[in-house]
Structures are given as C-alpha cells and as structure tokens.
Antibody, heavy 116, light 107 residues
C-alpha cells in the first residue's frame, strides 16, 4: 500500500515561494501519476497538477505560470513549488497518486497559511 | 475548462435513508467521473471511478450512475459513518476538476 507524507512549512510570506515535498513509501515514483491538490479552508478541492513517471508534467492553467512539480527518483519523493503566493493560496495541500486520472491514494494534507 | 455542479450543496438525512447526490458537467464527459468521500480533517477517499465502478473495499451501499453530463451517487441504508462531504471529479480532459461538494448531515 502506497503511503504519502507531506510535512510542510506551515507559514509563507506573501510574494514568497511555497515549497512542499511529498515522501513516498510502499511505491516508487518511477511509476504512476504523482499529483498535488489543494483545498482552501471550508472550500472545494482544486487540482494543481501532476508529474507522470516519464517526467511529463501537467498543470492547472489557473496556476501554470507560478507552479512547478518535480521528482527525485533516487530519494523517492516529489515536490511542489508555487511562487509569488498571496492569501488566496492559503489551503491544505495534498499530495496524491494513482495509476489513472482519478486519485487512489492521498497524503494526510498539510495546511499552508500565507501571511506576513 | 469543464465545470462540475453538484446538488444539493447540503442535505439532512437519517440513518437507514436512501440518499442521492447529483453532479452535472458543463460538457459531455462520457463516463470519466469519480466520487470521493471526505470527513473533517481527513483527505478524500475514493468511492467510485468511471461513473459506476466501485473502488475495492468500498461498501456496496454506495453506487454511481450516469453518463454524458448527468451523474449521481446513491447511498442506500445510510450508516453513521457516511455523514461526510462528497465530491465528484471529472477526468475527461485537463485541467482535472472537482465539484463544489455535498455535505450530508444527520437529521
């Protein structure tokens, strides 16, 4: 069973870069889709993007100019970077994985607050 | 981008009830729809994929139906552990998108 863990910084200042890493156990990032999804407090889920095991990435156009997802196969983790953050980026960020375009396995989520 | 509209946004029901939640897509997504259950402070859990396929380990009281633009999640014999928020997600085209959620509360 794949397990995902995404400890995060918790607090990021406006205009700075949010960086999160998802550690994978019980599976290899050399397979499957590896995604980031976020959920503002009390609101619905928003797909951020994914890294496919081939190295292909795909992002939500609403964030595309600010987001980057990458992976390290030697250490079996993948990362999210979101730059120029504002209060609107305050959310619980989930890392997730699946064989397909629906999500089979989720991390527990980490709350990131954007505030000075 | 494909928009998903769920209704109702919330409902109250009793243990043992039959509950139906609908999800309407802004364009034809064939059967490229999944349903998730989310409890407070927890990540979503996959229930249904490809509109009507039950994920392994999910109780059979959950079922999905529909195609094209209209879909439904039905819970028969509602159990105490089913009180949660439910989301639909389309995977027909990018960007992947989720519905606004339906909160199922105890009457």
């Amino acid at each position: 069973q794949v397990q995902l863990q995404e400890p995060g910084p918790g607090l990021v200042k406006p205009s700075e870069t949010l960086s999160l890493t998802c550690t994978v156990s019980g599976g290899s990032i050399s397979n499957y889709y590896w995604s980031w999804i976020r959920q503002p407090p009390g609101k619905a889920l928003e797909w951020i993007g994914y890294l496919y095991y081939t190295g292909t990435t795909r992002y939500n156009p609403s964030l595309k100019s600010r987001v980057s997802i990458s992976g390290d196969t030697s250490r079996n983790y993948f990362s999210l970077k979101l730059n120029s953050v504002t209060a609107a980026d305050t959310a619980v960020y989930f890392c997730a994985t699946s064989d397909y375009d629906w999500v089979q396995h989720w991390g527990q989520g980490t709350l990131v607050i954007v505030s000075s | 981008a494909i928009q998903l509209t769920q209704s109702p946004s919330s409902l109250s029901a009793s243990v043992g009830d039959r509950v139906t939640i609908t999800c309407r897509a802004s364009q034809d997504i064939i059967d490229a729809l999944a349903w998730y259950q989310q409890k407070p402070g927890k990540p979503p859990q996959l229930l249904i994929y490809a509109a009507s396929s039950l994920e392994r380990g999910v109780p059979s009281r959950f079922s999905g139906s529909g195609s094209g633009t209209n879909f439904a999640l039905t819970i028969t014999n509602l159990q105490p552990e089913d009180f949660a928020t439910y989301y639909c997600q389309q995977f027909h085209s990018y960007p992947l998108s989720f519905g606004g959620g339906t909160k199922v509360e105890i009457k």
